[in-house]
Nanobody, 116 residues
Framework: QVQIVESGGGLVQPGGSLRLSCAAPRSIFNIYVMGWYRQTPGKQRELVATATRGGVTNYGDSVRGRFTISRDNAENTVYLQMNSLKSEDTAVYYC??????????WGQGTQVTVSS
């Protein structure tokens, strides 16, 4: 079973920073898009940020200017640098990897809690 592994979540104070990491197995070939989504109880999963293999990035409106996504294509990894965190950023963050043929993989999620 293919396993996407996320790390870096935790508790941080408002205004602080966290960096999430996600690694997809090298057995997954031709990953086109990697990215992050988040979900809070009772709400739909929403886009945080994505990055294509060619470096094109896309951000959700609520995080643009505060979060930065980066990617290492050779290592099948993606990172999310989160700055100026707010309480409303509290959520479970999920990593997603999608191949050029449209096959998608999800991680199990990592909790981010922003609280004083």
């Amino acid at each position: 079973q293919v396993q996407i592994v996320e790390s870096g979540g935790g508790l941080v104070q408002p205004g602080g920073s966290l960096r999430l990491s996600c690694a997809a197995p090298r057995s997954i070939f031709n990953i086109y898009v990697m990215g992050w989504y988040r979900q809070t109880p009772g709400k739909q999963r929403e886009l945080v940020a994505t990055a294509t293999r060619g470096g094109v990035t896309n951000y959700g409106d609520s995080v643009r200017g505060r979060f930065t996504i980066s990617r290492d294509n050779a290592e099948n990894t993606v990172y999310l640098q989160m700055n100026s965190l707010k309480s409303e950023d509290t959520a479970v963050y999920y990593c997603n990897a999608m191949t050029a043929t449209g096959v998608g993989y999800w991680g199990q999620g990592t909790q981010v809690t922003v609280s004083s």
